[in-house]
């Protein structure tokens, strides 16, 4: 038997980082993904499904997603139920994630915060060379060199 989802789309809001009394973080999250066709309005829809992630996974996606990024996620669904406190039974549907990547940079325009892969600061140098120098000899101490 196989249990396997794979969804690309974005969070519709930031992830939401909670801890079980026993200490284990659990997050959980909505993500937003297309479907492949247009409805009658020629409008696009999207399906919205839950996303819970554990432990590491579920700090790691606190700290770097927020809404309106792009998320690739890897899981499985499940489904639970409870009864609510007017006693009716609740079915929940929801894909748990064991593998979560983050597909934008934070500098993208769909969303802010960071990925956690490493990011290097450059200013506004935009695209600036910063070794050309048209020849002119580079003033660098005996304490610079690595060697």
Not at 73 to 98: F, S
Not at 107 to 115: A, V
Request: glycine share 8%; charged share 25%.
């Amino acid at each position: 038997m196989l249990n396997r989802v794979i969804l690309i789309g974005r969070l519709t809001k930031d992830p939401e980082l909670r801890y079980t009394p026993a200490g284990v973080a659990v997050t959980t999250m909505v993500l937003a993904v297309d479907r492949p066709f247009m409805n009658q309005s020629k409008e696009k829809e999207a399906d919205f499904i839950p996303i819970v992630t554990w432990r590491q996974l579920a700090e790691t996606c606190a700290n770097y997603l927020r809404k309106g990024r792009l998320a690739a996620v890897e899981g499985r669904m499940q489904v639970r139920h409870y009864d609510n406190n007017e006693g009716r039974r609740v079915y929940v549907t929801e894909v748990i994630a064991d593998n979560v990547r983050f597909l934008e940079s934070p500098n993208t325009s769909g969303g802010s915060g960071n990925t956690g892969g490493s990011q290097h600061s450059t200013g506004n140098q935009g695209n600036h060379d910063p070794f050309q120098d048209h020849g002119k000899p580079i003033d660098i101490s005996d304490d610079d060199l690595p060697f």
